[in-house]
């Protein structure tokens, strides 16, 4: 299937101690103009660890955030039992060797995934496993899961404990017990732990769409559990197979204990210039309006039995008023972070107060059931 775009501290304060919107807008033009250019001549792998590694100087991502993050009452929300700043998250995949949630947490957003994490250490799939699609702001990728394994990316999300109220962890296996330990070790970590069930780039994974086995494994990570936890769910195709299958892996998740669902992961694509047997995932502006009607078609199935985080295409304010609206409680972006910068988070809270203010509303959550902004 293709998928087309739908169009479009205290040393903080002792350096940066005020920023106007004129110097908002010339921050966004030198990413848009001298940083992004730089980064996107570079291999995709390499300009991202560049990124990553500037975010770990904490004079930086001081410099990159300041004005960034909106402190308004009217952007809070709740939901399974969580109390965030703005219902904008990074999604799993952007900080896999969990280093950087502090950072992204500063450039404004809501709440911050880390890993995904597994129980060993995985190099992922050989290279080249990741592509840009600049014309369609897309990103196609067959990473499988890289990372440092469970002991090292439990000392490093220990370590950041100040940020634990607002840090999801992601966590998957292919066997119960690799996900049952990562689950037990980590959650006193975060404040939720996502179950990611539906990477198209990892083999193993799809075990977990069989309904029996997957509602015996959120059965026993629920009598464990003392943070929310919410299933990271495959993307579906408008056609009623896969349609309802998804949609019983969705009721099965929330009936055997799971608080929530991410809808969607990257949808699969094939290329021949993944190596990875030239299959991947999808992910950016592209999958918009796939996610609103796959939001649409989960809250018409499990109402509210479970809490629905969108993900996939977001790049405005105006697509978090969407997801909002067709009931999601909250939205994840990681793409268009990528193509627009640290900036990205504040515009978009800025944007969704202005869109508020519009309709005379003065919470996110009254923007459920709402048209379009």
């Known amino acids: 299937m293709v998928y087309y775009p739908n169009g479009r501290s205290s ?30 001549s570079m291999d995709a792998e390499r300009s991202h660890s560049m990124g990553e590694a500037m975010m770990r100087v904490p004079l930086v991502w ?28 990074m999604a799993a995949g952007f900080d896999k060797e969990c280093r950087v949630i502090r950072p992204l947490l500063s450039m404004g957003f809501g709440f911050a995934t880390a890993g995904t994490v597994t ?36 000392q490093r999300l220990a370590r950041m404990h100040k940020a634990k109220d607002r840090m999801f962890i992601s966590i998957a296996g292919t066997i119960e017990d690799e996900i049952i330990e990562c ?18 780039n990892t083999a193993g994974l799809r075990v ?25 769910l495959p993307p ?15 009721e099965t998740s929330v009936s055997s204990g799971a608080d929530g669902l991410v809808i969607a992961n990257t949808h699969p694509i094939e290329h021949e210039g993944l190596s990875a047997s030239h299959r991947g995932g999808l992910s950016g502006a592209p999958l918009t309006d796939h996610t609103a009607r796959m939001v649409a078609e989960i809250k018409a199935a499990i109402g509210g039995d479970g809490d629905v985080i969108a993900c996939g295409g977001i790049f405005t304010a105006e697509d978090v008023w969407q997801m909002l609206s ?20 504040g515009r978009i809270n800025r944007g969704l107060l202005k869109m508020m203010k519009r309709a005379e509303i003065t919470n996110v959550r009254d923007i459920r059931g709402l048209p379009p902004g």
């Open 11 to 40: 040393l903080r304060h002792r350096y940066f101690p005020c920023v106007t919107g004129w110097e908002k807008g010339i921050r966004q033009i030198v990413y848009r103009n001298l940083i992004k250019p730089l980064l996107f």
């Open 62 to 89: 001081s410099a990159v955030s300041v004005g960034s993050r909106v402190t308004a009452p009217e952007l809070g929300t709740e939901f399974a039992g969580l109390s965030l700043p703005t219902p904008l998250g």
């Open 119 to 154: 129980l060993g250490p995985r190099p992922g799939n050989p290279p080249p496993r990741v592509i840009r699609q600049p014309e369609r702001f897309a990103i196609l990728n067959a990473l499988g899961f890289p990372g440092p394994g469970l002991e090292i990316a439990e």
């Open 183 to 200: 689950h037990r070790r980590l959650q006193e970590h975060g404040a939720a732990i996502e179950l990611n069930i539906s990477s198209p």
């Open 208 to 232: 977990f769409h069989e309904p029996g086995r997957l509602r015996a494994l959120i059965e026993a990570l629920t009598r464990e559990k003392t943070v929310p936890l919410f299933v990271k």
């Open 236 to 250: 579906w195709s408008r056609e009623d197979g896969p349609r309802r299958e998804s949609i019983r892996l969705a």
């Open 326 to 345: 067709l009931g999601a409680s909250a939205v994840q972006l990681y793409t268009a972070f990528i193509y627009e910068g640290p900036g990205l988070p």
